[in-house]
Every structure is written in structure tokens, then in C-alpha cells.
């Protein structure tokens, strides 16, 4: 029987993540911990526990406890907020990888699964099409940081068999939760925007396209690879993962198809130059090979939800 902690329920990929998993393996054997309060959904549906993981012992002492076989550990500093405070973000990031690799390996827990970013990518890398392994010149904290641990994973991987898995996000797009401090969460504001005030101003260029993904998309196969045949991962670094491309103009197109008054306007920040670093697209033929990722949202219908479920939400709370 297999007991799953979750490090970062709180946020934007675990919130979602922790009811995914809670489905298949049982409320009661998937524990949620944050240091921030979880949604009520996962706080009403199974254990929440408040848990630093940049507190070694007690993380040690919660997998022996609970007697724990896979951890996903999703707390970070996201990219924008990572360059407002480069040293602490370096700090947390890289001190919340080891503690749970270290925490990992001296408890026996089996898996781990830990996300890496396109960020892992820098302006000498092939733009498109990026591939699994190319030039790697991250100019960002956060960047630096995920192919850091991507580099650490596979060390404890191959040096204490640490059962490492993980894959390049690229910018998650999702309704539940909001990012925060991140390069990609325009694709996340806009939506809000556009039910809320009918515009939105983007902190990006019209034209900068990047790598994106519908949430769903992400967590399925987040838990595919996690459930793989470790006999079939031939990488364990970090596995790209290409999502769909589009850049804030065309994303805008897509939502006017559904609210015609829409507008967009243009005010690039320092975020800019980071997302210029970042590739525009990605190829992922190796995770498609070796564990089957496979994608079912476009952009088409990934505006169609996100557009439904925010007015749902908006509608309720008033
Ligand atoms: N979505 C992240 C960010 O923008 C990248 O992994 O920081």
C-alpha cells in the first residue's frame, strides 16, 4: 500500500495534484503538507499537516512516521519572484531538494518526484524545438536552481538509488489556484482579466511565445511517469515536456472568440527578458517514447474551460 506526501499542497500545482492522487490511492494514505493554509477542498477531503521542509528533522521524522512511499515535493520560489530575492530563492529551492533527497534515501522512501522548468534553458539554447539535451545556460536564479537539482536527482539516483522522477514544466495554466512570482502566470492572469474587467494588460510582448500546458494535462502525466516501469526511464535528470505554444497575442485571439469586447494592451517587465531566454517550443519525443506522455488539451479547448470554470467561480462567489 502505497502512502504519498505531498510538500507544497497549497500551491498551484498541488493543490490539484493532492485530489488527483487522493482518487486513486485513497484520501486517507495522501498527505497534503504547506506552510500555507490549503484549499478547503483538500482540507476537507484527507490529512493536511503544516510542515517546513526546510526543517530536515521533522520532514525525516513525518516520512518514517506516516510510513511514506512517494514524495512529491513542489515548493519554490518561482522565476520572477527568484530574481527579486536571488540569494534566499537559491537558499529555499536548493534546500528544499536536498532536504527530501536526503530524506528520501535515509528513510527508504521509493519514489520521488520533484518538477524541473523550461527555465532550465538560456537565451544560447536552440529556440525551438528544443531539444532534451542541448546547450544549458540558464541566466536565472530559477533557472540555475532547477538544473542544479536536475543534476543533483540524477546523482542520488545513480549514486544511492533514490528513485528520481521528474520532468520540465513548462508554464501550467489551471483555475483552482493562482501562480504566484512566476514568468508564465500571464496565461493565467488574462483569464482572469478578461471575466473580471473585460482587458487585461500583459506583462509581456505580444509576440513572445513559450511552452504552455492546461493543468489536467500536467498532473496526468505527472502520475504516469511517477507509476512508470523505472525499467523503461531512460533519463533521470529531467524529462522535456512540450505542452502547446502560443504567445500572449494569440492567446488573446482565442479569448475574444468567446468575449468579442476583450482588449489587450502591452506593458513588458523585467519578466520579458526572461521569458526571451526561455525556449518558444520544446520537442518531448523522448517522455512520449519511454513513459507515454500524451496531451489532450489545445488551445481552443483549454480557453473554453478555463473562460467556463472562472465564471463558474466567479458566479458563486458573489
Ligand atoms: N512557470 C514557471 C515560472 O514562470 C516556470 O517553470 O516561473
Not at 490511492?25 to 510542515?51: C, M, W
Not at 480557453?303 to 467561480?313: G, S
Amino acid at each position: 500500500m502505497d502512502n504519498i506526501l505531498v510538500i507544497g499542497s497549497s500551491g498551484q500545482i498541488g493543490s490539484e495534484l493532492v485530489m488527483a492522487l487522493r482518487k486513486i490511492y485513497g484520501n486517507e494514505h495522501v498527505f497534503a503538507t504547506d506552510i500555507k493554509q490549503p484549499t478547503k477542498e483538500v482540507r476537507k477531503s484527507g490529512p493536511f499537516q503544516n510542515l517546513d521542509v526546510l526543517d530536515f528533522n521533522n520532514l525525516l521524522h513525518f516520512l518514517v512516521r506516516f510510513n511514506i512511499t512517494q514524495i512529491y515535493n513542489l515548493a519554490a520560489v518561482l522565476s520572477g519572484n527568484a530574481e527579486k530575492i536571488p540569494l534566499q530563492a537559491w537558499d529555499i529551492n536548493m534546500k528544499a531538494l536536498m532536504n527530501t533527497l536526503e530524506a528520501a534515501r535515509e528513510s527508504g522512501a521509493k519514489k520521488l518526484f520533484w518538477p524541473s522548468s523550461i527555465a532550465v534553458f538560456g537565451p544560447t539554447t536552440p529556440r525551438h524545438d528544443t531539444p532534451q539535451l542541448t546547450v544549458m545556460e540558464p541566466n536565472t536564479v530559477y533557472g540555475i536552481s532547477k538544473l542544479a537539482g536536475e543534476r543533483w536527482g540524477e546523482y542520488y539516483n545513480k549514486r544511492y538509488g533514490v528513485d528520481f522522477r521528474s520532468v520540465r514544466y513548462p508554464g501550467l495554466i489551471s483555475y483552482k489556484t493562482e501562480p504566484g512570482g512566476g514568468t508564465t502566470d500571464y496565461a493565467v492572469e488574462i483569464f482572469f482579466d478578461a471575466i473580471k474587467k473585460g482587458s487585461y494588460q500583459c506583462f509581456l510582448k505580444e509576440d513572445t511565445a513559450l511552452p504552455m500546458m492546461f493543468m489536467d494535462d500536467a498532473i496526468a502525466n505527472t502520475i504516469k511517469l511517477m507509476q512508470a516501469d523505472p525499467k523503461k526511464l531512460s533519463l533521470r535528470s529531467a524529462y522535456n515536456m512540450a505542452g502547446i505554444s502560443f504567445d500572449p497575442k494569440q492567446l488573446a485571439a482565442e479569448i475574444r472568440k468567446h468575449i468579442p469586447e476583450f482588449t489587450i494592451s502591452y506593458k513588458p517587465d523585467f519578466r520579458q527578458t526572461i521569458a526571451e531566454s526561455w525556449p518558444a517550443s520544446i520537442d518531448d519525443s523522448i517522455a512520449r517514447k519511454d513513459w507515454g506522455l500524451s496531451t489532450s488539451f489545445n488551445l481552443e479547448k483549454m480557453t473554453t474551460i478555463m473562460l467556463r470554470k472562472i465564471r463558474e467561480k466567479a458566479s458563486k462567489s458573489t
